[in-house]
């Protein structure tokens, strides 16, 4: 495979699929279209982030002018069976709305970081603010409640703790919660302590131990994070309780706009 004619700039810690996209638009056709046409196996289409096969892992860094190392270090193929789990692939993005404006700005088109898609992070690397689900824009604003302020700071200390799980390095004395449980990996799947497995049970979908982190929205990841975080069983509580609190002002706020809506329909009909 030689290389394409045009090749889009990599952002440092960019998503292949984001770079590939780019790199495609500037040929007029789409990813599929591009990789297709290079021969990929059908499992690197499926989820190139996370199942590139390696013969195709030289395709696309002869194709991008670029290496094997840089074509694998933009995917989540490291993570092996942890990525079920730990990065998201369904749902509304994640993503640092600020560092969108700016690397759009710059490429003229929509770069995705690599970081965003993982479902233990609550901070975006390359600014530092605070990550945003799409279509939950509002929690972001409420986040700079001052209450809010302990979550956030126990929660980034969670997301520390699970991911220096990931990358195995269980023995950290910091990893030890005020309970005296420990997250760990079990089965191929990171396994939360115990007390946040209870407290938040039904949230974490698949199965009462499996911490499906990737598939909570993000306002739900910030409170299990924070428990997982929190140097007391109070403050796990706390943020517990500041997440049914969230949720019900969500579903009031929800109803009200509904009813605003109603209404407006209503008048201009008249
Ligand atoms: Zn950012």
């Known amino acids: 495979m030689s290389a394409l004619p045009l090749t889009a700039r990599k952002e440092p810690g960019e998503l292949l699929s984001s770079w590939l996209d780019r790199t495609a638009a500037l040929h007029r056709v789409s990813r599929l279209h591009l990789l ?32 094997a190392e840089e074509v694998l270090a933009s995917t989540h193929r490291w993570l092996g069976r942890l990525s079920t789990g730990l990065v998201r692939r ?69 997301s520390e703790l699970v991911a220096a799980v990931v990358r195995g390095e269980h023995r950290l004395p910091a990893i030890s919660t005020s309970s005296g449980e420990e997250l760990s990996v079990r089965h191929g799947a990171p396994v939360l302590p115990g007390f946040v ?10 199965g009462p131990k499996g911490a499906t982190l990737a598939n909570l929205s993000f306002p739900c990841r910030i409170f299990v994070l924070a428990a997982t975080g929190a140097r007391s069983s109070a403050e796990a509580e706390w943020a517990r309780h500041l997440l049914r609190v969230w949720e019900v002002n969500r579903k009031l706020g929800r109803e009200a706009d509904k009813r605003r809506r109603r209404k407006r329909g209503k008048s201009q009909s008249q």
């Not at 696309?60 to 290496?67: E, V, Y």
């Not at 700005?105 to 530092?128: D, F, T």
């Not at 986040?143 to 126990?154: C, D, G, H, K, T």
């Not at 497995?197 to 698949?206: A, D, N, R, V, Y």
């Open 90 to 158: 369904r749902g509304r993005e994640v993503e640092c709305r600020r560092c969108l404006v700016e690397l759009r700005r710059q490429h003229g088109a929509v770069v995705r970081m690599k970081h965003w898609r993982e479902g233990w992070r609550i901070l975006c690397e390359r600014c530092g603010g605070v990550l945003t689900q799409q279509g939950e824009e509002d929690f972001d604003a409420e986040l700079r409640w001052s209450w809010y302020a302990p979550v956030v700071r126990n929660a980034h200390r969670g």
């Open 36 to 67: 297709t046409w290079a021969g990929c196996s059908p499992r690197s289409l499926r989820a190139i982030d996370e199942t590139l096969v390696d013969d195709d892992v030289r395709v696309i860094a002869s194709m991008l002018r670029s290496s």
């Open 197 to 206: 497995t209870s407290m938040f049970g039904s949230k974490l979908t698949s």
